[in-house]
Nanobody
Framework: QVQLVESGGGLVQPGGSLRLSCVAS????????MSWYRQATGKERELVAF????????TYADSVKGRFTISRDNAKNTVYLEMNNLKPDDTAVYYCNALLLFRYWGQGTQVTVSS
């Protein structure tokens, strides 16, 4: 059974930071490309950041470039999203995604940026 479990979300003030984690089980994690998506209320789910199976080619949405960093630890089956200088527009549910032949999703973690 494949599971992706996100954690680290919460309420933070504008300009603050959070670090999201996603722990995978049931897959050979090191073979999967990993991504973070987010979905704000009333909006479509959007890609935030991507990292290849060997940590190559990290890419980011224009809206988060220079503020967010994606990384992974294949020994811990974990992908991270370091989020700095958070803005109210970053408020959303953040989802972990694993892709090889199939795509798997986590249940999401809420991030709220508000004063």
């Amino acid at each position: 059974q494949v599971q992706l479990v996100e954690s680290g979300g919460g309420l933070v003030q504008p300009g603050g930071s959070l670090r999201l984690s996603c722990v995978a089980s049931g897959i050979t994690f090191k073979m999967y490309d990993m991504s973070w998506y987010r979905q704000a209320t009333g909006k479509e789910r959007e890609l935030v950041a991507f990292i290849g199976s060997l940590s190559e080619s990290p890419t980011y949405a224009d809206s988060v470039k220079g503020r967010f960093t994606i990384s992974r630890d294949n020994a811990k089956n974990t992908v991270y999203l370091e989020m700095n200088n958070l803005k109210p527009d970053d408020t959303a549910v953040y989802y972990c995604n694993a892709l090889l032949l199939f795509r798997y999703w986590g249940q999401g973690t809420q991030v709220t940026v508000s004063s």
